[in-house]
Every structure is written in structure tokens, then in C-alpha cells.
């Protein structure tokens, strides 16, 4: 729920400000490619960190991030 708030609050300030759209699909796709990238790395402190920021209201924070990302991560289903 707190996910779809935050998404709307995005969306709103980002039509109003459409430079605000190029940081969040910047941010949300590097965010993509941390979460693959991540993963495949020997050391794992990197998969620490990584489960921390996606804890809590960073993780829903996050979430909404993502779905301005301009590529989007599968998840096991195939499914986006």
C-alpha cells in the first residue's frame, strides 16, 4: 500500500518537474542492475547491504524507485 503512495507522489512531482523523471529512471535503473550485479559477486558483504536498503520503508522506497526504471529486473516467474 505504502508502495502505491509513494509511486503517486513520485508520478505527481515528476509531472510537474520533468527532470525529476531522468533522476528516477537514472537512479531506478542503476538500482536494477545493482540487484543483478550484486548476486553474482565472490564477496558477501555487497549481498548484505543490498538486503538491508531492501528492508523496511527503504525497501518500499526503493520498490517505487524501480518502477521508473527504464529496464526492469525478471523475477523467477519470467514475469517483470
Given at each position: 500500500m505504502e508502495e502505491i503512495i509513494i509511486s503517486q507522489l513520485i508520478a505527481k512531482y515528476a509531472a510537474e518537474y520533468p527532470w525529476i523523471t531522468a533522476i528516477l529512471s537514472a537512479f531506478g535503473g542503476l538500482m536494477v542492475l545493482a540487484q543483478i550485479i550484486v548476486p553474482l559477486t565472490p564477496t558477501k558483504k555487497d549481498d548484505e547491504i543490498l538486503a538491508w536498503i531492501q528492508r523496511g520503508?527503504?525497501?518500499?522506497?526503493?520498490?517505487?524507485?524501480?518502477?521508473?526504471?527504464?529496464?526492469?529486473?525478471?523475477?523467477?516467474?519470467?514475469k517483470a
Open positions: 520503508f527503504r525497501g518500499k522506497v526503493l520498490r517505487a524507485f524501480l518502477s521508473f526504471a527504464p529496464i526492469q529486473k525478471k523475477d523467477g516467474n519470467g
